[in-house]
């Protein structure tokens, strides 16, 4: 097994994971005023899939974007920022949690409207292979979005025309609070989309290496045929849709099914695989202790840095 | 400078704009076929070839989000709808990404996409192919609305849209496709947020849109043959709105009349009437008054839908009663309609 490429994806997850902690154990505090769409329990997909991009290639996402913005940039310092409003933000607070973006890092888009992110991926696709560039589009949706004509719209065009884009379905089964048993007639969107002329891979893994290497494998099959590729990855969400609770207590779903998840949480899979992997105790908690240093200084950083200005609500309605 | 139709400056603002820029590509259903979007697309597919000029699927939201994509990574996407009422079916990408994206980027990006749509009318179009919504499309910050009405405007509105790097959507009715006019053979722009004089006079300002101008022109021929004369201001571009030339001419007239190519509840007619009640207040010497289509779905048949579409003759009856004066008898006067030419059924 990989020594190396497995600390760079804990790495990435424990960012993610310490990241939305720092958030949950500060959000009360009311200075983050937007509302947040949490990853934990996805990090594994975040990390695996973004993991194995290259530079060229570009991300799109949705209101669920902080695992795969931390894991493309590991910078901290510009998201703390940007949720907490300040003018040192990636868009000068204008944005806040759901509008992630950072073209520096091709991190391109992502919305709260369910499918609104996957034609503009399209379009991120379709303007690599009419520029002739390097890249693909990575373009990341939940269950939910597969209810969206968008969704469809979109898998039809990239299919019809072989553009370089990797759908990325992240099925948590919620939209919300709705099941997916409820929401669709179809049972299986892999089966639908390889109808469409996509190659399909699907995987339950919670271990961001499983993904990581499922990921390098729909882009090798893209390179070898030309078609899209389309990843359909299950995993848990452990928190409330929007906000930094729990919700067992509703009774929509059970507790029963976290604790299964549970066991195989993707940071504490990874964690024990680098255990087991001859890895310290304290090789690993060093790493630890610099990313929460940094994930700190962030927090710090944000908290001191000022608003944007008032005239600043009106600059850049257009270029 | 020799004279071409509407349809013909929007082709040549295509092709020699294409020629200059290999990152414009035209887009949308129809745009190959062998009506080519009433004419305006001949050519381009056989000069530009498929990758530059191709046809969609029926999938005008994706399609439009499409365009918002391959617009932040550099390319200049023309998207095309055959009608406006097709478009509604973007609103989702429109309102929700294409308009806010510039935004919520902090400034990093720029959307140069432009969205051409046919405002359809007469012969029938009914309810779904007759819809123009410039009000709507202008009431959605980041996003720029343009409606040219003679060929020239056509052309340098057209090259000047593309050439911006914001979103930009452009409003032709089908009627004007048949005018005719002078047009520069260089690709000239014609700034956007410049609005055009179309006539100038002393005794009352018209300010219309799109097909209205045309209306507009008649009702100010009529009128000057009894000493009337109506100053008529063209705006082009709805959103953002300069309205410093229409705010001067209403300071001079002291009466205004907005002769809108659309519905009048909560309309481009509103916005204007309050601007200038705001900026010329002591110079006005009656209220603006709204001219536009019924507060109705369009109907089908031609004698309702003479009832639903305002002419010359309403602005020129509007104009007497602002002036106080009696009725010009308009018997043996020809008021002229496009739809002599247009015989449907599309």
Known sequence: ?319 | MRKITYQEALNEAMIQEMERDKNIFVYGLDVTDHKRIFGSCKGLVEKFGKERCFITPLSEDAMTGMGLGAAINGLRPIHIHQRVDFLVLAMNQLTNMVSIHRYMSGGKVKVPLVIRAVVGRGWGQSAQHSKSMQSIFAHIPGLKVVMPTTPNDAKGLLISAIRDDNPVIFLEHRWLYFTEGEVSEDPKPIPLEEPNILCSGEDITIVATSWMNVEAVKAAEVLRNRGVTVEIIDPRTIAPLNDDAIIESVNKTGHCIVADNDWIHCGFGAELAARISEKCFNDLKSPVKRIGFAQTPCPTTRPLENEFYPNAINMIRLVEEKLNLKPTDLSGEEFYSWENRFKGPF
């Not at chain 1, 099925?171 to 997916?180: C, G, K, R, T």
């Not at chain 1, 930094?244 to 940071?267: A, C, H, M, T």
């Open chain 1, 1 to 319: 097994m990989d020594k190396k490429l497995n600390l760079e994806l804990y790495k990435k997850v424990y960012l993610i994971r310490k990241s939305e902690e720092t958030i949950i154990r500060d959000y009360m505090e009311d200075e983050m005023k937007t509302p947040v769409h949490l990853s934990v329990g996805e990090e594994a997909i975040a990390a695996g899939v973004v993991h194995a991009t290259e530079k060229d290639d570009q991300l799109y996402g949705t209101y669920r974007n902080h695992g795969i913005y931390l894991a493309r940039t590991g910078e901290t310092d510009d998201f703390f920022a940007e949720l907490y409003g300040r003018k040192t933000g990636l868009a000068k607070g204008k944005a806040g949690s759901m509008h992630m973006f950072c073209p520096e890092y091709n991190f391109l888009g992502a919305s709260a409207i369910v499918g609104t992110s996957i034609p503009l991926g399209l379009g991120g696709a379709f303007a690599k292979k009419y520029k002739k560039e390097k890249g693909l589009s990575f373009t990341f949706f939940g269950d939910g979005a597969l209810e969206e004509g968008a969704f469809w719209e979109s898998l039809n065009f990239a299919c019809l025309h072989k553009l370089p884009i990797i759908f990325v379905c992240e099925d948590n089964e919620l939209a919300i609070h709705a099941y997916i048993k409820d929401r669709q007639s179809f049972k299986s969107i892999s089966d639908i989309a390889s109808k469409f002329g996509c190659n399909v891979f699907k995987e339950k893994s919670t271990d961001p290496e499983v993904i990581y290497n499922l990921t390098l494998k729909a882009i090798k099959k893209h390179k070898e045929n030309g078609k899209p590729s389309f990843l359909h990855l299950r995993y848990y969400r452990y928190l409330e849709h929007v906000g930094i609770n729990q919700d067992f207590k509703f009774g929509y779903r059970s507790e029963d099914e976290f604790n299964k998840w549970l066991k195989v949480d993707p940071v504490d899979l990874q964690r024990k695989k680098l255990m087991k992997m001859g890895i310290s105790e304290k090789e690993i908690k060093a790493l630890e202790e610099k990313i929460d240093a940094q994930i700190s200084k962030s927090v710090d950083l944000a908290e001191k840095a000022p608003f944007p200005d008032c005239e600043e609500v009106s600059i850049d309605v257009y270029a």
